[in-house]
């Protein structure tokens, strides 16, 4: 898709492996997908798809860390899959190295209460630009955006607010995700809504 409009990236939007509907996403490569330990881009392949499969969350960097295979105790222990392994590499990690494991492959306590940030920006996700720090690197109102066959600053919209970012408003969503994709990318992209 982004050859066909001449773009140099194309950004399809989240992705979230345990909704089927958006599996249709998997289709279209080159694809990476942002460590949340280490803030790297690691290639979305086939050994990825098959960890996602297996687990609430997952850390490339920690599954290498832990010397984790696809076809490994996590997998069974969150799939309830069965899989072809002895187990002799997990088992041999001893008890701390287990329990890390395990608290890393089932994740937080899901009993626990959990309250959900009001913004991207509120949420501290690793990677993402504070709010102080995009509106000093990025200038929103000048994002280009595509409408039918023109292509637009988002300011020359009416409901462009030139005042502060408030989450929920059509300004604190571009900013949430220029916040997410960096000063490089909104330089380099056109937004385009359906």
């Not at 984790?68 to 969150?78: A, K, M, N, R, Y």
């Not at 089932?106 to 501290?124: C, L, V």
């Not at 020359?156 to 005042?163: N, S, Y």
């Amino acid at each position: 898709m982004a050859l066909e409009e001449d773009y140099q990236y194309y950004y399809m939007g989240y992705y979230i492996h345990s909704c089927i509907k958006m599996r249709y996403k998997n289709d279209f490569r080159p694809q990476f997908l942002l460590d949340p330990v280490t803030n790297n881009w690691d290639p979305l392949n086939s050994d990825m798809l098959q960890r996602l499969s297996a687990r609430k969350w997952l850390s490339m960097s920690i599954e290498r860390s832990l010397g984790v295979l696809p076809d490994s105790l996590s997998t069974f222990l969150q799939s309830d899959a069965v899989v072809s392994s002895d187990f002799s590499r997990e088992l041999a990690i001893g008890p701390r190295g287990f329990q890390y494991f395990f608290e890393y492959i089932n994740g937080p306590n899901e009993s626990d209460s959990i309250e959900r940030p009001e913004s991207a920006f509120d949420a501290g996700m690793p990677g993402a630009m504070a709010i102080e720090e995009l509106e000093h690197q990025v200038d929103l109102g000048r994002w280009k955006l595509k409408i039918g066959n023109m292509i637009v600053p988002v300011e020359a919209l009416e409901i462009w607010d030139d005042g502060d970012i408030v989450p929920g408003t059509l300004k604190g969503v571009i900013a949430e995700l220029a916040a997410c994709i960096g000063p490089d990318l909104v330089r380099e992209t056109i937004l385009k809504f359906d």
